[in-house]
């Protein structure tokens, strides 16, 4: 079955660390994306790729960093730089990264600094 | 500035009573407009989509929404909630120009009582 694969579900981290958080496709999109959940925020946007080997900042980038190096790849690091973390993480796709493009989900990293 | 805004944080109906939620928008242009739902812990689906035509749109799960120019609103309506149907629900749109972001709203938690 085609879809999107987020790990790890939950993810525990030091402070000071950084920490990759995986997310995979096999749906054949071009587009992909990092949104950070927060309660009562809704989903804000952190990095987004339209293509191989390029990737744009979002509207909360400081602290995170990604690559693009395959199309069904786009891990999220999560780096010390990061003041708050903690958070519930989304990645997406989506077919060709146009503006009327459904997105579909994985299934979200929770991850939790201590 | 461009924006979502879904004034009800939290819903509580009645199983089997008809169910509205808001979404309100602020964009120069008709944008796509979507609603998506997410069950506790997990990602999003979307629930259906507008961009144009007929502006009562069905989607999946047995929810439409009616688009109204005038009100500058994308309202999620359901005849007869289903206790499945308790989750979040995300009102979000994309630009018909210029970038790809989607921006998302806060989000309305729907609660189903017996």
């Known amino acids: 079955d085609g879809g999107i694969t987020q790990s790890p579900k939950y993810l525990f981290r030091k402070e000071g660390q950084n920490v990759t958080l995986s997310c995979e496709q096999n749906?054949?999109?071009?587009?992909m994306y990092w949104y950070r959940q927060d309660p009562g925020q809704g989903l804000r946007l952190i990095y987004y790729?339209?293509?191989?080997?390029?990737?744009q900042k979002g509207d909360i980038a400081e602290g995170y960093s990604v690559s693009r190096e395959k199309k069904e790849s786009f891990p999220l690091t999560v780096t010390s730089a990061q003041k708050n973390p903690t958070a519930f993480y989304l990645c997406?796709?989506?077919?060709?990264?146009?503006?009327?493009?459904?997105?579909?989900f994985g299934p979200g990293t929770r991850l939790t600094v201590l | 500035a461009q924006s979502v805004t879904q004034p009800d944080i939290h819903i509580t109906v009645s199983e089997g009573a008809s169910l509205e939620l808001r979404c309100n928008y602020s964009?120069?242009?008709?944008?796509?407009l979507f609603w998506y739902v997410q069950s506790p812990g997990q990602g999003l689906q979307l629930l259906l989509k507008?961009?144009?035509?007929?502006?009562l749109v069905q989607g999946i799960k047995g929810f439409e929404a009616e688009f109204k120019r005038s009100q500058s609103s994308f309202n999620l309506r359901k005849p007869s909630v289903h206790w499945s149907d308790a989750a979040e629900y995300f009102c979000?749109?994309?630009?018909?120009?210029?970038?790809?972001?989607?921006?998302f709203g806060a989000g309305t938690r729907l609660f189903v009582k017996a």
């Open positions: 790729s339209q293509i191989v080997n390029d990737f």
């Open positions: 507008y961009f144009s035509g007929d502006t």
């Open positions: 997406a796709s989506a077919k060709g990264g146009g503006r009327g493009d459904e997105q579909f």
């Open positions: 749906l054949n999109h071009d587009a």
């Open positions: 979000a749109v994309a630009p018909p120009t210029g970038g790809f972001k989607t921006i």
């Open positions: 964009y120069g242009a008709t944008p796509y």
